[in-house]
């Protein structure tokens, strides 16, 4: 059974930043893909973010410039670095991996207020 635990999330002013982890009960490698998803209240879950097996990445382009993902093959984490934060960027972000099918995290509250 694959777990996806997230971290990270919190309240930070407009134009902070924020870390959020996704730690994997198995090698991130053996994922096809793992990403992260938004979900604002109302809206549609959307990609934000993937890295490939091979380590190529995916942005939306609302994030590009800003958002960074990475992982840490060691510690089975997967990482997306926020940086210039806005209001819209307000959401529940999902960690997913995909294996034959999609797993998901239970999610964490980002928000972005002053």
């Known amino acids: 059974q694959v777990q996806l635990v997230e971290s990270g999330g919190g309240l930070v002013q407009p134009g902070g930043s924020l870390r959020l982890s996704c730690a994997a009960s198995?090698?991130?490698?053996?994922?096809?893909?793992m990403g992260w998803y938004r979900q604002a209240p109302g809206k549609e879950r959307e990609l934000v973010a993937s890295i490939f097996r091979g380590g190529t990445t995916n942005y939306a382009d609302s994030v590009k410039g800003r958002f960074t993902i990475s992982r840490d093959n060691g510690k089975n984490t997967v990482y997306l670095q926020m940086n210039s934060l806005k209001p819209e960027d307000t959401a529940v972000y999902y960690c997913?991996?995909?294996?034959?099918?999609?797993?998901w995290g239970q999610g964490t509250q980002v928000t972005v207020s002053s």
């Open positions: 198995r090698s991130t490698v053996s994922f096809n893909t």
């Open positions: 997913n991996a995909i294996l034959s099918r999609y797993y």
